[in-house]
């Protein structure tokens, strides 16, 4: 079955430092990949996405990814993070085809601590 | 633009009640989604429209969960009975399109079923 895999579900971090997310994925036939942030309390919002074309995405917020076609990555990257980044992260994936379901994973919470 | 709205943000009901949930997507998007995110979990999709055809309803509990969509446009969700293991945040999400374009999430109804 296709999945979606978050190996870390808290990574903490201190205010302007770097980080990244990790995100794998089953198959890269056909594949779509999505960042949504949710802030607590909210709704899921759009980072980014990989459709097509170049390999690395940049999104809203200073946030980018990369896909890895090769190693089903699709890890989530920021230079610096500020307390406001505070939130949990999920990556989400579509394959072609008839049931083009989103599939998402169980989720990554970002602690920016002062 | 108004975003997907969802209501209500919060509803509390014994088990065995039965309960439902609106949703009125983007205006001109012709596909709504209903997912449930449990927590600590990602979102699992539970039924996709398009227009007012449920294309994909495989993971929706048809014992106890229905949902329609009658003129295409606003949506219900609909519980009953309620049982304790439906305790979660739903979500209802819209697109324009195919779902590998950017779907808008609503805030989500947080159930608790005591």
């Known amino acids: 079955a296709q999945s979606v895999t978050q190996l870390d579900s808290q990574v903490p971090v201190f205010e302007e430092a770097p980080v990244e997310l990790r995100c794998n994925y089953s198959?890269?036939?056909?594949?779509?990949l999505f960042w949504y942030v949710q802030y607590p309390n909210q709704g899921l919002q759009l980072l980014l996405k990989?459709?097509?074309?170049?390999?690395l995405v940049k999104g809203i917020n200073g946030f980018e990814a990369e896909f890895n076609k090769s190693q089903t990555s699709f890890h989530l990257r920021k230079p610096s993070v500020h307390i406001s980044d505070t939130a949990e992260y999920f990556c989400?994936?579509?394959?072609?085809?008839?049931?083009?379901?989103?599939?998402f994973g169980t989720g990554t919470l970002l602690a920016v601590q002062p | 633009e108004a975003g997907v709205v969802q209501s209500p943000r919060y509803k509390i009901i014994e088990k065995k009640q039965p309960v439902a949930f609106w949703c009125n997507p983007i205006?001109?998007?012709?596909?709504l989604y209903w997912y449930r995110q449990n927590l600590g979990q990602g979102p699992e999709l539970l039924i996709r429209?398009?227009?007012?055809?449920?294309?994909?309803d495989s993971q929706l509990p048809k014992d106890r969960f229905s949902a329609e969509r009658l003129k295409g446009v606003d949506s219900t969700l609909k519980i009953q009975p309620a049982e304790l293991g439906d305790s979660a945040v739903y979500l209802c999400?819209?697109?324009?399109?195919?779902?590998?374009?950017?779907?808008?999430f609503g805030q989500g109804t947080r159930l608790t079923v005591v």
């Open positions: 999400a819209s697109s324009f399109g195919q779902l590998n374009t950017e779907a808008f």
């Open positions: 198959s890269s036939v056909s594949v779509y």
């Open positions: 990989y459709l097509s074309g170049s390999t």
């Open positions: 989400a994936v579509t394959w072609g085809g008839a049931t083009n379901k989103l599939i």
């Open positions: 205006s001109g998007h012709n596909t």
């Open positions: 429209y398009e227009n007012e055809e449920a294309v994909d």
